[in-house]
Protein backbone atom coordinates (compact mmCIF):
# COMPACT_ATOMS: atom_id res chain seq x y z
CA UNK A 1 0.00 0.00 0.00
CA UNK A 2 1.50 3.42 -1.18
CA UNK A 3 2.09 6.08 1.47
CA UNK A 4 -1.04 8.60 1.51
CA UNK A 5 1.37 11.59 2.02
CA UNK A 6 1.15 13.09 -1.45
CA UNK A 7 4.61 14.17 -3.54
CA UNK A 8 3.69 18.17 -3.80
CA UNK A 9 2.27 18.28 -0.30
CA UNK A 10 4.54 20.52 2.17
CA UNK A 11 6.24 18.77 5.25
CA UNK A 12 7.14 21.04 8.30
CA UNK A 13 10.23 22.01 7.72
CA UNK A 14 10.39 22.19 4.02
CA UNK A 15 9.92 26.11 3.81
CA UNK A 16 12.85 26.17 6.27
CA UNK A 17 15.11 23.66 4.55
CA UNK A 18 14.07 25.39 1.12
CA UNK A 19 15.14 28.73 2.62
CA UNK A 20 18.43 27.46 3.65
CA UNK A 21 19.78 26.13 0.59
CA UNK A 22 18.95 29.51 -1.36
CA UNK A 23 20.63 31.09 1.57
CA UNK A 24 23.88 29.20 1.46
CA UNK A 25 24.14 29.99 -2.31
CA UNK A 26 23.68 33.64 -1.67
CA UNK A 27 26.97 33.29 0.76
CA UNK A 28 28.60 31.14 -1.63
CA UNK A 29 28.36 33.54 -5.13
CA UNK A 30 29.35 36.34 -1.92
CA UNK A 31 32.35 34.47 -1.07
CA UNK A 32 33.84 33.49 -4.93
CA UNK A 33 32.96 37.51 -5.50
CA UNK A 34 34.84 38.14 -1.91
CA UNK A 35 37.61 35.87 -2.89
CA UNK A 36 38.18 36.45 -7.39
CA UNK A 37 40.02 39.76 -6.45
CA UNK A 38 42.91 38.08 -4.80
CA UNK A 39 43.69 35.88 -7.87
CA UNK A 40 43.36 38.42 -9.99
CA UNK A 41 45.61 40.78 -8.34
CA UNK A 42 42.95 43.40 -8.34
CA UNK A 43 41.66 45.79 -5.59
CA UNK A 44 40.03 44.14 -2.73
CA UNK A 45 36.57 44.35 -1.53
CA UNK A 46 35.67 46.62 1.70
CA UNK A 47 35.75 44.46 5.04
CA UNK A 48 31.98 44.11 5.12
CA UNK A 49 31.44 41.97 1.98
CA UNK A 50 33.61 39.44 4.07
CA UNK A 51 30.58 39.78 6.29
CA UNK A 52 28.41 38.60 3.48
CA UNK A 53 30.46 35.66 3.18
CA UNK A 54 28.81 34.19 6.33
CA UNK A 55 25.76 33.61 4.31
CA UNK A 56 26.82 30.71 3.98
CA UNK A 57 27.10 29.01 7.40
CA UNK A 58 23.76 30.84 8.11
CA UNK A 59 21.99 28.81 5.33
CA UNK A 60 23.80 25.97 6.55
CA UNK A 61 21.98 26.45 9.79
CA UNK A 62 18.91 27.23 8.49
CA UNK A 63 18.58 23.84 5.96
CA UNK A 64 20.26 21.68 9.23
CA UNK A 65 17.19 23.54 11.38
CA UNK A 66 14.56 22.52 8.64
CA UNK A 67 15.91 18.90 8.77
CA UNK A 68 15.81 18.60 12.64
CA UNK A 69 11.87 20.03 12.45
CA UNK A 70 11.09 17.72 9.13
CA UNK A 71 12.75 14.63 11.55
CA UNK A 72 10.53 15.48 14.74
CA UNK A 73 7.91 16.10 12.59
CA UNK A 74 7.99 12.32 10.94
CA UNK A 75 8.56 10.70 14.34
CA UNK A 76 5.66 12.49 15.45
CA UNK A 77 3.59 11.55 13.09
CA UNK A 78 5.26 7.62 13.14
CA UNK A 79 4.26 7.61 16.87
CA UNK A 80 0.51 8.54 16.23
CA UNK A 81 0.02 6.07 13.26
CA UNK A 82 0.78 3.18 15.87
Known amino acids: ?6 TNSAEPGD ?3 RAGVI ?3 LGA ?6 VAP ?3 HAKPFPSYMFG ?4 MGIGFLMAG ?4 RSMAAGRRQ ?4 R
Open 38 to 40: LFF
Open 78 to 81: ARAG
Open 52 to 55: LCML
Open 65 to 68: AGLL
Open 15 to 17: RLI
Open 23 to 25: VFF
Open 1 to 6: MRDKTQ
Open 29 to 34: VATLVT
